[in-house]
């Protein structure tokens, strides 16, 4: 009997904390499903998410960041078009200006309410997910 299982990710929410209104960076893919994408990719064997994160984001956008919090996991079986993967999304800070590198085209920069709309995968969904949550974090008493 063979097993089959979902092939794990990471997504990272780098925000720029030297920007006003801690923008965060988008990559345009080089490789199919083109558009934009969070930074992110494959999980190597033997590697921690963590650390996958942290490699993910020197190989796109030629930055190290800090890992701020996990935010969610999303595992709908038809994120990704070519497998079945999973990804485990964080929150991270930079500073710097970001360089597109590796499987990354181009680097855009944008703020929350300026998200381009050709986003692949489901980062139309982590975005959303991401916007309410920043929104409730830096008003809470406003609920």
């Not at 199919?32 to 998410?49: K, M, N, Q, R, S």
């Not at 991270?92 to 181009?106: E, F, R, V």
Request: aromatic content about 10%; overall charge negative.
């Amino acid at each position: 009997m063979t097993f089959r299982n979902p092939v794990p990710t990471v997504d990272i929410i780098i925000e720029l904390m030297d920007q006003p209104h801690r923008p965060i960076i988008l990559i345009e893919r080089k490789n199919p499903p083109y558009g934009w994408a969070l930074p992110g990719g494959f999980v190597d064997y033997g590697e921690t998410v963590e650390n996958a994160a942290y490699r993910e984001a020197v190989e796109e956008v030629s930055l190290s960041v800090k890992l701020i919090e996990q935010f969610h996991v999303y595992s709908d079986p038809k994120r990704d078009t070519r497998k079945h993967t999973l990804s485990i999304v964080f929150i991270a800070t930079a500073m710097g200006q970001p360089k597109a590198a590796d499987d990354a085209k181009n680097i855009g920069i944008f703020d929350l309410w300026e998200l381009p709309k050709n986003l692949c995968f489901d980062h139309d969904q982590i975005l959303t997910d991401y916007q309410t949550y920043r929104h409730h974090k830096l008003r809470p008493n406003l609920h």
